[in-house]
């Protein structure tokens, strides 16, 4: 009998060693005001259970459990973390002024901070559309891993370009070469085989530059540059390895060309006309729409050293964009949030919800471009972009009432992603 007892005692105290430790309590947040992402009105003292990585429960405040941590934003608006569908974290303000003295060397340098301001913004996630070399790929990749802080990142890596397009380094004497990756493809073979190269080392998705560009030296900033069979040559392609094709295009005819080949998204959309916005609602095409960034360029198009010709693109860039903005919620046209930054100082992205709410939007409907709407069009609605049970704990706080004073989105005091509290 003693001997059992003995023999007892040894294997309790070895199943406590080989439970290993207990798991993390949970952590409950305490809002004061929750708009929860889903375009619901919103509700006041609400209680939001964390555990791991998911929400487990939400529910009005009554008992607050003593054995969990409790975070206190009572005297907030607690929102899901926002997601820029429109990013190039790799790049700095001004850097599209002298590509030749800056280097993808440089941009990797600069990418983890610029990648940890936009964090600390409350932008969770991030859609990055174009980086060189895949820059943007080892940064995701760095994330994922844990050795580099920064919002979750569906990456495009370089974008597809036309010859003499957006995304090619011309201007320059032809024998003045970059040795670099590149994304410039022409024609139907040249653009299939870049989707499969970009897909094969790591591309989230594909960037098609199907117009011209302001920040650029071609002549025009909105001219059609891929044909209708090349940008159908790219979806098809994107579509066979499972991608969405995201399609920079400023000019009317340009967006058209992209929407009935089937791109998931148009980016800047800046001359958008009704045939277009009428085709965008047909077949449900997302806009992504910038504004801020080309603004805030041109003021300091100048000291970067723009030439002229670049800034007097800018100029009709930025007289465009509200009358495409007002005409794309006219027709019901769905909008997803994009900054472009960091165009502008990292970490600034949601400055862009001034000119939405300025064009229109209700501060509710201007969040949800940034939450559910943004999360639909990166295909991950499953998992982030509103407060819902069984959603991965992507939430931020901002201080006082968003809805009254929407300005205080760019000015987040709580950031949880994945669960982990990463600003407090």
Known sequence: MKFALIFLALMIGDAAVFAGPASAPDKVILAGTLVDGLGTTPRGNVMITVRDKLIVAIG???????????????????????????????????????????????????????????LMAGFTTIRDVGA?????????????????????????????????????????????????FSGIADGVDEIRKKVRFEVKYGADLIKIMVTAGAMSEEESV?????????????????????????????????????????????????????????????????????????????QHAAEFGFSERVTHKLEKVVAGHEASFRLAVKYGVKI????????????????????????????????????RNAAELLGISDQVGVIRVGMHADIIAVPGDVLRDPRQLEHVKFVMQDGRIVKH
Request: proline share 6%; hydrophobic share 40%.
């Open 60 to 118: 009005p405040i009554e008992h607050v459990p003593t054995d969990s941590e409790v975070i206190d934003l009572r005297d907030s608006t607690v929102l899901p973390g926002l997601i820029d569908c429109h990013t190039h974290v790799t790049q700095m303000p001004g850097e599209a002024a002298d590509p030749v003295r800056w280097s993808y060397l440089d941009e990797a340098v600069v990418a983890p901070s610029n990648a940890r301001a936009m």
């Open 132 to 180: 060189r070399s895949f820059v943007d790929i080892s940064l995701r990749n760095a994330i994922n891993r844990g050795a580099v802080v920064g919002p979750r990142i569906l990456a495009a890596t370089m974008p597809l370009s036309a010859t003499g397009g957006h995304n090619d380094l011309n201007g320059y004497p032809p024998f003045l070469n970059f040795s670099e």
């Open 222 to 298: 909105d001219a059609a540059l891929y044909t209708d069979d090349e940008i159908r040559a790219a979806v098809a392609e994107a579509a066979i390895w499972g991608r969405k094709v995201a399609a920079h295009a400023h000019g009317a005819e340009g967006i058209k060309r992209a929407v009935r080949a089937g791109v998931a998204s148009v980016e800047h959309g800046t001359f958008l006309d009704e045939e277009g916005a009428r085709l965008m609602v047909k077949s449900g095409t997302f806009l992504v729409k910038d504004s801020y960034e080309d603004r805030w360029t041109l």
């Open 336 to 371: 997803a949030f994009g900054s472009d930054g960091p165009d502008m100082p990292p970490g600034e992205n949601a400055k862009q919800f001034r000119d939405y709410i300025a064009w229109g939007m209700s501060p509710n409907d201007a969040i949800l471009t940034a939450t």
